[in-house]
């Protein structure tokens, strides 16, 4: 293996459009005649096993897990107080949402979790309660492995943050 690899099996990452997922190993494999070093990142919760070229790693936007005073902001962010935008069509809205969910910056997450949280769920459509949930667990997946607890207890800290907020 090549001393430029940024992460080794056994790491987790986080992949933008997929959220955390764990190196499982890094393959060389021949595609079209050219053979290429591959991150081997299973996603255990969507059951997606994906291959990443080495060299394409770092413009994927793959990356390592976030530092903990990044995961601070992020709960930070949970408290700030914001006007609704209901101005701005739902389609909209929701573009923008998915836009920050996938881009794999935990505070932007934050964000969407901040903006569509609700106490009572009779408020929200089906399309808010569903991106509420993917930014959520996109979330509570990250602190978990940073701070090796279950998804679970990661999502029970997030709502205790949301609540108290």
């Known amino acids: 293996m090549s001393n430029r ?22 393959e060389k494999e021949t595609i079209a005649g050219v053979e290429l070093e591959m991150y081997v990142v299973r996603f255990d919760n969507e059951r997606l096993t994906l291959r990443v070229p080495v060299d394409k790693a770092p413009r994927s936007g793959m990356r390592k897990l976030s530092s ?16 609704p935008r209901r101005n701005v069509m739902w389609s909209r809205r929701a573009q923008e949402y998915e836009a920050k969910i996938n881009s794999g910056d935990p505070v932007a997450i934050a964000e969407v979790v901040r903006e569509l949280h609700r106490h009572d769920d009779s408020e929200q459509s089906y399309s808010e309660r569903q991106l509420y949930r993917a930014a959520l ?3 509570a997946r990250e602190i978990a492995a940073i ?10 800290r997030l709502e205790e943050v949301l609540k108290a907020a």
């Open 5 to 26: 690899l940024a992460f080794a099996a056994g790491d987790y990452v986080v992949y933008p459009s997929h959220g955390v997922g764990k190196v499982v190993g890094i």
């Open 68 to 83: 903990r005073e990044k995961i601070q902001s992020a709960l930070e962010a949970l408290k700030v107080r914001v006007k």
């Open 137 to 139: 667990e996109r979330l």
């Open 147 to 156: 701070e090796r607890v279950g998804e679970d207890e990661a999502t029970r």
